[in-house]
C-alpha cells in the first residue's frame, strides 16, 4: 500500500460532458502528479503541482485542468471529453526534498474513466 | 528529452525459470531510473530504484536490476519466476531538465508465467 488513494474507481461519462477525478496523496508528500495511461500503453505525464500551484505540464490541452489543496488532496478536472480521453487516470505523490527521493512517485490504485 | 525502450512487448517463462525483462534509456546526464510493475486492475508499484549508488541494485520479490553506462541498460531480472510475478512491467526514468521530477515510461513488458 503507498497511502495514495483515488476515488472514484471507475466512472462512465458521454462526449462533451466535464468530470472530476479525485487524489489523496500520501501524508508529508507535497507534491503530487497526474497521469493517463490509455489501453496497452505505459502510463503519460499530464502535469505537476507543488504547493498548490501547477509547475509541470506535458503534451495535455488546457481542457485538462487541476487543483491541490493543502490538505495532501487533489483533482483532476477534464472539460468537453473526448472519446480519446477514455482511460487509466493515475496519481502519484512524490516528497518535494531530492535528499528523500522527490523523483520517486508513489501511486495510487487508478481512476478508470470511459467515455461513450 | 529523455526516453525508455523496452525491448519486448511480452515475456512467457516457465515458473521456476529465469526472468530477464530488457530495457535501454536515453538521458543527457546520469539519470534515475525505476522499475515498477502493474498487476491487472492494479495502480503501479515500485519494484526498485537507481539513483548512482550502485550499479546492481536490488528490489522487493527477489528482483533485481543491473545499470550498465556503457550500454544505456537497466535489465530487471529475477532468478526463478513464481505464478504471482505475471502482470505488466514499466522501466521508467526520472526527467529533471525542466527543475522539476517527471517520470517517463516505456510502453511495457508483459511477463506471462505458465505452470
Known amino acids: 500500500e503507498t497511502g495514495v488513494t483515488q476515488s472514484p474507481t471507475h466512472l462512465i461519462k458521454t462526449r462533451g460532458q466535464q468530470v472530476t477525478l479525485r487524489c489523496s496523496s500520501q501524508?508529508?508528500?507535497?507534491?503530487v502528479s497526474w497521469y493517463q495511461q490509455a489501453l496497452g500503453q505505459g502510463p503519460q505525464f499530464i502535469f505537476q503541482?507543488?504547493?498548490?500551484?501547477?509547475?509541470g505540464r506535458g503534451n495535455f490541452p488546457p481542457r485538462f485542468s487541476g487543483l491541490q489543496f493543502p490538505n495532501y488532496s487533489s483533482e483532476l478536472n477534464v472539460n468537453a471529453l473526448e472519446l480519446d480521453d477514455s482511460a487509466l487516470y493515475l496519481c502519484?505523490?512524490?516528497?518535494?526534498?531530492?535528499?528523500?527521493?522527490?523523483?520517486?512517485?508513489?501511486f495510487g490504485p487508478g481512476t478508470r474513466l470511459t467515455v461513450l | 528529452a529523455q526516453s525508455v525502450t523496452q525491448l519486448d512487448s511480452h515475456v512467457s517463462v516457465s515458473e521456476g525459470t529465469p526472468v530477464l525483462l530488457r530495457c535501454n534509456y536515453s538521458s543527457s546526464y546520469s539519470p534515475s531510473l525505476f522499475w515498477y510493475v502493474q498487476h491487472p486492475n492494479k495502480g503501479l508499484q515500485l519494484l526498485l530504484k537507481?539513483?548512482?549508488?550502485?550499479?546492481l541494485v536490488k528490489g522487493i520479490n527477489g528482483f533485481e536490476a543491473e545499470f550498465k553506462k556503457s550500454e544505456t541498460s537497466f535489465h530487471l531480472t529475477k532468478p526463478s519466476a513464481h505464478m504471482s510475478d505475471a502482470a505488466e512491467y514499466f522501466c521508467?526514468?526520472?526527467?529533471?531538465?525542466?527543475?522539476?521530477?517527471?517520470?517517463?515510461f516505456g510502453k511495457g513488458t508483459m511477463l506471462l508465467v505458465s505452470p
Open positions: 501524508s508529508g508528500h507535497n507534491t
Open positions: 537507481y539513483t548512482s549508488a550502485a550499479t
Open positions: 502519484a505523490s512524490s516528497p518535494r526534498d531530492m535528499f528523500l527521493g522527490a523523483d520517486t512517485q508513489y
Open positions: 503541482y507543488y504547493r498548490e500551484e501547477e509547475n
Open positions: 521508467v526514468v526520472s526527467d529533471q531538465d525542466s527543475g522539476y521530477s517527471t517520470l517517463t
